[in-house]
Structures are given as structure tokens and as C-alpha cells.
């Protein structure tokens, strides 16, 4: 299909791009939310093209062992059918050596027709060194060495991929620091006369959007690797190496012209973090199409029929007749519910209080937080009603924290699995994510604050009327209206000498036995006007439709 690439002035560079759950292309949120905001591109029109890495091995699949711990197997189901290989090759230097960089095509297209194209970047060719054509397989595989090689694959190789399809950019968009190689790139091809002008004209032509508070999960690496690979970087530029470190977010802060945070709160500790630099705010969100399940998708059709093409309208999600959001509600619950019986063998009851909480496994979600007092939890569920749970997420095969909490809940789950009903679904990915969002009656989300730059499965929940229990982190800070949209765990206000977890667990728990359970069990049209009010107050301006045309009035033009 021809597409007119001299139209298309902005590259959104990301390592993970989530453009079905087949195609194993993504992680998490990182991958969903880049995403999200291209098939946004596609609604709106916006020329923009896509550059991630082909991962044609995946992240990898997820399987819970009987002792409960995760197994992670490589990807073997990756699907080729909706990607066109192209002839065009790109050649970058590592080391001493050429390395070629092919790339496939996907197109992201909307009902209007309007094509985004998504390029994924492959350096298995016979001619590459062994160590070279392995580059492209698995999204965040092995060492720090690979890490910083698939970086520079993504970052210079995504830019000359480009080159040679014939586009001319004129805004490179950095999806988190994997691809601050592309700013480098752009320097060293600069046509302008000095470092100063060089680095001015970078500036221009960058924009960076930072999506992690937490220091550890930056990409940082020695000033030696990264020479002995790219012994043309730049080093010398005055401020850009520090303690012979090369920060990848912070050569992303020192290319960019326009900087973000993914949330209020998150440009404030962002700033904090890099007082040198001026960082703005473009809160994240969701693709609405995309995250509404089909009977929410017929009920908005019905009520709001221009929701497709201005998802600021679903604000008006209050001409929706309560009964009617009630039902659309309990047939994606019937869906979630038939989903957890084929994968656990557990049967779920439609009438029954259904919590939801998935996401990555690692410490500072604390995803365990839910379960830290099980006495009090069955406690609450024999007074004031009953409670089951689903869970799921993966963890990073490296993070053996994360992995070791996945056990600990499993473990949990089958101690007390004749009390209280709680499932841990595995292979949690777009498909199964949708499910759940949308069949849940309540979604819970637990970071501990201020490690929670944005967070968007409470959003993805938001569009299918699901309010949301979490702490003040993120966006919940922007979304959250005690009681109308969902509720806050404020630890700090429980009196005792207690851990911050304990005085969390406390919030949580006191919420669900005092407010949240109740409602639902003793009033449903109360309950379901929660739910519309989280449609026209979250659902409407927590989508990526809104984000992009932040992007665009603000950084792209």
C-alpha cells in the first residue's frame, strides 16, 4: 500500500510498540501506551510513523508451576501474517564492524482509512556477525552488553532505517531513554557548522517523554562499553557524561527541546529529580476503541454516537440509563468469568463482589498488599459480603523479587483457598487483559508512592465503567473523586505504629468494608452510578486522543 512518507514529519521511537497480543512486540505498559497513542495517530489523522525492534522471540510466555512460581518460556507463537518484509536495509557501524538493519512493515488503520505505518527493525542477516543477527529477538533479553547493542540498533539503526525508506523527519519522538541513540544520531549528522549549533539543531528536532521516577530502572552504562561499541559518541560535549556514566534518559533530557512527565505528579518529582532541565506535563492515557469491550462499545454506540470520533464526548455518559450500564456491565463480567473457569477450573459467580488487580510483578507495585491480612480479608467477606479475586501479571525473568512475590500470592491463594476464592491467571497479555478490566467489579492498585509514574489499567478500566481502589500515586491523583470515581488508600491517616504497608493495607481494607462492598451489595443503582460517573469523568479524558493532541499543539508543533 503506498503511503506518502513526505507527509509524515514525526518518528515516535520505542522499544516495545504493543500492536496486538500475536505480534510479541511488548512488555507492559511502556509498549501499550506507545501503541495506544499510534492507533490514536491513525483516529486523528496525525502523519506519524512507528520504530521498535521485530522481537521475533518476544518477552517471553508466562506459566505458573504447581509450587506457584512463574516459568518463563520463550515466545513460540509470534505472528508474521500482518507484517510485510521490506527490501530496504540500512547499514550502522558497532565496533568495528557494518551491521545491517532490515525492517517489516505494519499498518495500523482506522475506519477512516488513514494509514499509520509501524517499522520493525531486524538484524538477522547471514552476513551479520552470529552476535549481531540475535539483536532484534528477545525484547530485553540477557546482559547489559545486549541491552545497550539493541539500543543502539533501535536508536542510530531506526534513523537510517528511515533515511532509506525516504521520509525526512522533523520531529524525533523518544519513547523513555531506549532510544536516546536516535538524538546521537541526529548529532552527528548535523549539517551545522559547530557543537553548539549541532547540539541547538538536535534540540529542535527531539522530544523526550520520561516515564520512570525510579533511578534503577534507567538505562546507564559504562563511558568504556559504550565507546568500545560507538567510538564515534560524542563524549566530549560539555555536561553529557558524568563520572564516565552514560545515562540514557539523561542524553534524552540533553538532546530534547520539549521534555514530559506521564503525569502531574510525575513532572513534579521528574523536576525534582533534574532541576537543570524544564519538564512539562502530558498526562497519560488509553486508546478508547481499543481497551471499551464490545457491550460497552454497543451501549456508547446507542447513547453517544459520536464517542468514536470525539472520545471527549463520552463526558456525556450521563444520558446512559443506569440499568442499562448495569447490564452491559454484567455481560464482560460473564466473559471474564468464563475465561477464569477454562484457564483455573474455578467457577466464579456473576452475583458475587469481583476485585482485580494485574500488572508487572515488582516491589514497589506492591501487588501483595490486597492479600497482607488475610484474616481481616475473610473477615470483611463474612460481614459484609462476598469476595473473590483475580490476579495476574508477569515479572521480569531478571527481577527475582518480582518473581518471588508471584509465588508468595499463589502460595497464598492455596492456603486459604477454602475461605475466600482468588485465581491467578497466567499469560496475562492484551487479550486477557481486556477481559479483565472490563469484568471486574472493582479494580485495586497498589504502588508504593511516588515509584507510579502514571499507570494506565485503571484508565483501560475507566472505559468500561470499573471504578478503581488506589493509592495516591500517578494519575489517580488527577482522576480520583472520593466515592464518585473510585477511592483513595491514604495510609498516613491510620493512627498506630504500623509500617507504611500495614497502614496502606489498613486503608484498603477499612475502604472495602466500610464503603465500597457495601454499595454494591445494597444498592445497584448507586453502584452503578459510579460507574457512570468514572465513564464521563475518567473514561472521557484519559485517552490517548486527548494525550496526542497535547503532543501535538505542545511538541510536535
Same mark, same amino acid.
Given at each position: 500500500m503506498d503511503i506518502n512518507k513526505n507527509d509524515f514529519k514525526v518518528a515516535y521511537f520505542s522499544m516495545e510498540i504493543a500492536l496486538e497480543s500475536s505480534i510479541k512486540t511488548y512488555s507492559g505498559g511502556l509498549g501499550i501506551l506507545a501503541g495506544d497513542i499510534l492507533r490514536s495517530a491513525s483516529d486523528l489523522k496525525l502523519?506519524?510513523? @512507528?520504530? !521498535? $525492534? $521485530?522481537?521475533?522471540? @518476544?518477552? +517471553?510466555?508466562? &506459566?505458573? !508451576? /504447581?509450587? @506457584?512460581?512463574q516459568e518463563a518460556l520463550p515466545s513460540t507463537s509470534y505472528d508474521f501474517s500482518k507484517l510485510k518484509k521490506l527490501k530496504t536495509v540500512a547499514v550502522i557501524n558497532i565496533g568495528d564492524d557494518k551491521v545491517k538493519i532490515g525492517a517489516w512493515q505494519y499498518l495500523i488503520k482506522n475506519n477512516n482509512g488513514f494509514i499509520i505505518p509501524v517499522y520493525l527493525l531486524d538484524t538477522n542477516f547471514d552476513s551479520n556477525k552470529p552476535e549481531y543477527?540475535?539483536?532484534t529477538g528477545r525484547l530485553y533479553g540477557r546482559d547489559k552488553e545486549y541491552r545497550l547493542l539493541q539500543e543502539i540498533v533501535l536508536g542510530r539503526g531506526g534513523y537510517q532505517v528511515l533515511k532509506s525508506? @525516504?521520509?525526512n523527519i522533523r520531529k524525533f519522538h523518544i519513547n523513555e531513554g531506549h532510544g536516546s541513540f536516535v538524538a546521537i544520531e541526529q548529532f552527528l549528522h548535523s549539517n551545522k557548522k559547530n557543537n553548539t549549533t549541532k547540539i541547538a539543531d538536535t534540540r529542535e528536532k527531539c522530544i523526550f517523554t520520561t516515564h520512570t521516577p525510579i533511578k534503577m530502572a534507567q538505562d546507564i552504562f559504562s563511558l568504556d562499553l559504550v565507546l568500545k561499541y560507538q567510538p564515534d559518541f560524542p563524549f566530549k560535549l560539555p555536561n553529557l557524561v558524568i563520572d564516565n556514566e552514560v545515562n540514557m534518559t539523561k542524553i534524552a533530557l540533553y538532546f530534547s527541546d520539549y521534555i514530559n512527565g506521564v503525569a502531574l505528579s510525575h513532572q513534579t518529582l521528574s523536576s525534582q529529580m533534574f532541576p537543570e532541565y524544564p519538564i512539562h506535563s502530558i498526562t497519560n492515557g488509553v486508546h478508547s476503541i481499543t481497551w471499551t469491550t464490545a457491550a460497552f462499545q454497543l451501549l456508547y454506540d446507542k447513547h453517544i454516537p459520536n464517542w468514536r470520533i470525539s472520545n471527549l464526548s463520552l463526558r456525556n455518559a450521563f444520558v446512559i440509563p443506569l440499568e442499562e450500564i448495569w447490564e452491559a456491565h454484567q455481560f =464482560?463480567?460473564?466473559t471474564l468469568l468464563k475465561v477464569v473457569k477454562e484457564k483455573s477450573g474455578i467457577e466464579f /459467580?456473576?452475583? &458475587? +463482589? !469481583?476485585? #482485580? +488487580? =494485574?500488572r508487572r510483578f515488582t516491589a514497589y507495585k506492591r501487588p501483595g498488599l490486597l492479600l497482607k491480612d488475610m484474616e481481616r480479608l475473610i473477615s470483611i467477606k463474612n460481614k459484609v459480603g462476598d469476595i473473590q479475586i483475580v490476579y495476574g501479571g508477569k515479572a521480569h525473568p531478571a527481577?527475582?523479587? #518480582?518473581q518471588l512475590i508471584i509465588e508468595q500470592v499463589n502460595s497464598i491463594i492455596k492456603k486459604y483457598k477454602d475461605e475466600i476464592k482468588i485465581v491467578f491467571l497466567e499469560g496475562y497479555e492484551m487479550d486477557l487483559a481486556k477481559i479483565m478490566v472490563a469484568g471486574v467489579d472493582l479494580w485495586v492498585n497498589t504502588p508504593l508512592p511516588p515509584n507510579e509514574a502514571s499507570g494506565t489499567s485503571g484508565m483501560k478500566a475507566a472505559h468500561n465503567g470499573v471504578p478503581q481502589l488506589s493509592a495516591f500515586d500517578g494519575w489517580w491523583k488527577e482522576g480520583h473523586i472520593q466515592g464518585k470515581t473510585?477511592? &483513595?488508600?491514604? #495510609?498516613e491517616h491510620v493512627v498506630g505504629d504500623y509500617s507504611v504497608d500495614e497502614k496502606d493495607a489498613i486503608s484498603l481494607y477499612n475502604l472495602l468494608e466500610q464503603e465500597i462492598i457495601p454499595i454494591y451489595y445494597k444498592d445497584v443503582l448507586a453502584w452503578s452510578e459510579i460507574m457512570r460517573f468514572v465513564i464521563g469523568i475518567n473514561a472521557s479524558f484519559f485517552n490517548t486522543e486527548r494525550v496526542l493532541k497535547e503532543y501535538a499543539q505542545d511538541a510536535y508543533l
Open positions: 502523519p506519524m510513523v @512507528g520504530l !521498535t $525492534l $521485530l522481537s521475533d522471540q @518476544g518477552y +517471553f510466555d508466562q &506459566v505458573i !508451576t /504447581k509450587e @506457584g512460581q543477527r540475535n539483536l525508506l @525516504g521520509y =464482560a463480567k460473564r /459467580k456473576e452475583n &458475587v +463482589f !469481583t476485585i #482485580g +488487580f =494485574a527481577d527475582e523479587e #518480582g473510585g477511592w &483513595v488508600i491514604r #495510609g
